[in-house]
């Protein structure tokens, strides 16, 4: 049987700087896609795949993601004194068991592959989950969950998965293809940020993964890739052929938060199904 998946690794060091000014004094992952920060949106993810341990990949000012996640004493209080028990609820919602969410900090910009790496302690030998809050997905159930599901059947490491136009290649981590199976591809390669022209496929990673604890014998090595950084795809790469690897291509839409139409795009779907604001958002969009 396939060890379980109990722990996510959510790397949130990134400066946010495709999305200042509003990211010069908050985090990226704390902008609201209608009233949720974005980081909410992947720890609910998780926790719907049931993923117990949640482990946060910070960086400088990012200290408001732990007070999001902590009791509001004064809010909570002033909320129970009005009778307001709707928002004390929500207020509470996202407060985990203590032990449950841990901090460490990368403390230099190394990339996404040494972000993932500094949580190597907390991950201690176990397959782990990886997902970017910036990729929202809308998927339900979750993509986390519909990975999981694939993992626990096929065991190994494996990316989600969608398709894109050439020329879009050369923002992602694409994938050489092997067999495709109902929405499980084999992965016989993968390749960082690709020119278009060398792109093996027009197969992209997006921000999920499943992870074998070997990808950070890989990730120690900090080998330097696209752009200058240390790459999560360059040490998965090198699990292929060792264990099994496969890219998921997920039922469900992923917005990419971190780029401003992808933000409004994400706002606009969400608002659309939401059954309070699906009317007016409707005829804003179809009629002005
Ligand atoms: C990261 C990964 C890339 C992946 C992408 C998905 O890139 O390095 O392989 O395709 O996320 O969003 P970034 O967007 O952080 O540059």
């Known amino acids: 049987m396939n060890a379980p998946i109990k722990k996510i690794v959510l790397p949130v060091a990134g400066l946010g700087t495709r999305f200042l000014p509003a990211t010069k004094a908050i985090p990226k992952e704390m902008l609201p896609v209608l009233d949720k920060p974005l980081i909410q949106y992947a720890v609910e993810e998780a926790l719907e795949a049931g993923i117990e341990d949640i482990i946060l990949v910070t960086g ?26 709707d928002g004390l609820e929500v207020a509470r919602s ?32 176990h397959p782990f989950a990886v997902a970017l809050p910036d990729d929202l997905i809308k998927g339900r159930p979750g993509a986390l969950k519909q990975m999981v599901e694939a993992y626990n059947e096929l065991g190994g490491n494996m990316v989600a998965s969608m398709n894109v136009s050439r020329e879009d290649t050369s923002k992602y981590g694409v994938i050489t293809p092997g067999e ?26 997006v921000g999920r993964y499943i992870l074998q604890p070997e990808v950070m014998d890989h990730l120690s090595e900090k080998a330097v890739g696209a752009g200058g950084e240390i790459q ?57």
């Open 180 to 205: 495709h199976t109902k929405n499980r591809i084999a992965v016989e390669g993968l390749v960082e940020k690709p020119h278009p022209e060398d792109a093996p496929s027009t197969q992209a990673v």
């Open 60 to 85: 400088r000012n990012k200290q408001v993601m732990e007070d999001h996640f902590d009791h509001a004493y004064e809010l909570e209080k002033i909320l129970q004194e009005k009778g307001k028990d």
């Open 232 to 288: 999560l795809t360059d040490a998965m790469a090198k699990l292929i052929g060792k264990q099994p690897f496969h890219a998921i291509e997920f039922d469900g839409t992923r917005f990419d938060c971190g780029s401003k139409i992808g933000w409004l795009m994400a706002n606009l779907s969400l608002a659309a199904e939401d059954p309070h604001m699906a009317h007016e958002i409707r005829q804003l969009i179809t009629f002005r």
């Open 94 to 125: 996202m407060l985990l068991e203590e032990g449950r969410i841990s901090y460490v900090r990368q403390m230099r910009p190394l990339g996404l592959g040494h972000a993932i790496w500094c949580a190597r302690k907390l991950v201690n030998g």
